[in-house]
């Protein structure tokens, strides 16, 4: 038997894509306690809308997410194609996941500044990760 071991870079990218499909059971959870189980399920556009403004928040952290996962997860597995690795490359994706789970948290509970700037964190992450691509870093 072989035993794989994720590299860290992989590990932070395996937290951070199960972080990001968990992101909508809370807001989908509200939606059926606000409408009830059928209404909720029974939506044919699938547009149901919410009566909090932290679920309405939450919804769009997680679209913003999913937005950003679009560019995290091929800079990492590209990292991994060419057998790329640092102390460098490791912070970046530990940065980017936390960043982004407070720009999820911070945006939910509506806090501005703080999610401006969890966001920018996230960037320079993924501008780091690029970098190290090119072998500029």
């Known amino acids: 038997m072989q035993i794989h071991t994720l590299s860290p870079e992989l590990y932070w990218l395996t937290l951070t894509v ?3 499909g968990l992101m909508w059971v809370p807001y989908i959870l509200n939606r059926l306690m606000e409408q ?10 699938g547009e149901t809308s919410t009566r909090v403004s932290w679920a309405d ?10 937005e950003n996962l679009a560019i995290f997860a091929p800079l990492v597995l590209a990292l ?13 994706c530990l940065v980017y996941f936390f960043a982004r789970l407070t720009h999820y948290v911070v945006f ?7 999610r401006i700037l969890a966001f920018a964190t996230g960037v320079v992450a993924q501008v780091t990760l690029a970098l190290a691509l090119l072998g500029l870093v």
């Open 36 to 45: 009830g189980l059928l209404p909720a399920l029974l939506d044919p556009q």
């Open 57 to 66: 928040r939450m919804m769009r952290a997680h679209q913003n997410a999913v």
């Open 108 to 114: 939910t509970l509506g806090v501005p500044v703080v």
């Open 18 to 20: 199960l972080m990001t």
């Open 80 to 92: 991994q194609l060419a057998g790329i690795t640092s102390p460098v490359t490791v912070t970046a």
